[in-house]
């Protein structure tokens, strides 16, 4: 149970609130991209006309004034509005900075922090042994295992699927932590012969990324209501954004993409409200429209 509830969860079911749990929107439809996710939010973005500045990282957020004041390695920067879509641990942890601190929220982030599912990519001589597309549990005695997936898109590979405590401690030691368990594993259960077979192609480190520092959110327990507070504005012009913040879709990414519709929509209401002269804290209120 605790080794499925650290592939669905990035952390064990002790962790992770029920009431939170509960309210996943399980929409029947889990697509995987052949080409890869991240070529499919590039090709999403194409069609956005802005301005794109990488490696450009944001240290603090100066709102003392009237205007926002971005520090970053790069220079500073002025806003208006700012939409953070950062994962939560980098604002728990104040990677990232608001001045003054809104205590609220760094309480709100810590209150649904990011479990951790690494992933190791290997591919497998003789692949015909296997069906295509199916899934492979070696251990039912422990949640230190991993769950395989044997021939994604028929191709001859095996990807290995790493959650919670196991992720965290693997990836401490190194991607050759990661590959060495997954080939311990595959030979315990299919044989010696599989060791010559595996090569590794690619492992994920997002727990070890600085930038990221986990995987995707869980709620803690007596925490689920902290994801409606984190989408509330900070003065109306600090929104947040990302999987973190939706309420049923978490942990995915239409479920990101759908907050950053509605991040963007509410500062530009904001924007709009304030330009009229109107409190957008309070828009029910047209007394002076």
């Not at 192609?201 to 409606?228: E, F, I, M, Q, T």
Request: proline share 5%; aromatic share 8%; glycine share 12%.
């Amino acid at each position: 149970m605790d080794a499925i509830s650290g592939a669905l969860n990035g952390a064990r079911f002790a962790e992770v609130s029920s009431l939170d749990y509960d309210a996943y929107g399980d929409t029947g439809v889990n697509w995987r991209v052949r080409e890869g996710y991240g070529r499919l939010i590039a090709r999403l973005g194409q069609a956005v006309s802005s301005i794109t500045v990488t490696d450009c990282a944001v240290s603090r957020i100066d709102r003392s004034g009237p205007v926002l004041r971005l520090e970053t390695n790069r220079g500073e920067l002025t806003a208006r509005i700012v939409i953070l879509t950062v994962p939560n641990s980098l604002i728990s942890g104040e990677a990232i900075r608001i001045d003054p601190p809104v205590p609220a929220l760094i309480e709100a982030t810590a209150g649904v922090p990011l479990g951790l599912a690494s992933k190791v990519h290997m591919t497998v001589r003789g692949a015909g042994d296997f069906q295509p597309d199916t899934q492979l549990w070696t251990r039912t005695d422990t949640a230190e295992t991993g769950g395989y997936h044997l021939r994604p898109f028929g191709r001859p590979m095996i990807e290995a699927y790493f959650g919670a405590d196991l992720a965290w401690g693997l990836e401490a030691q190194g991607p050759a932590a990661l590959f060495d368990f997954a080939v311990s594993e595959l030979v315990a259960a299919l044989g010696s012969d599989m060791r010559r077979r595996l090569e590794a192609v690619a492992v994920s480190g997002w727990g070890v990324d600085p930038w990221s520092r986990g995987a995707y959110s869980h709620a803690l327990p007596g925490h689920a209501a902290d994801r409606a507070k984190l989408r509330m504005a900070v003065e109306d012009r600090i929104f947040l954004a990302g999987e973190a913040t939706a309420p049923v879709y978490y942990g995915t990414a239409h479920g990101a993409w759908m907050e950053g519709e509605r991040a963007a929509e509410a500062a530009l209401t904001a924007q709009t409200l304030k330009g009229l002269g109107l409190d957008p804290r309070r828009p029910g209120d047209d007394s002076e429209a």
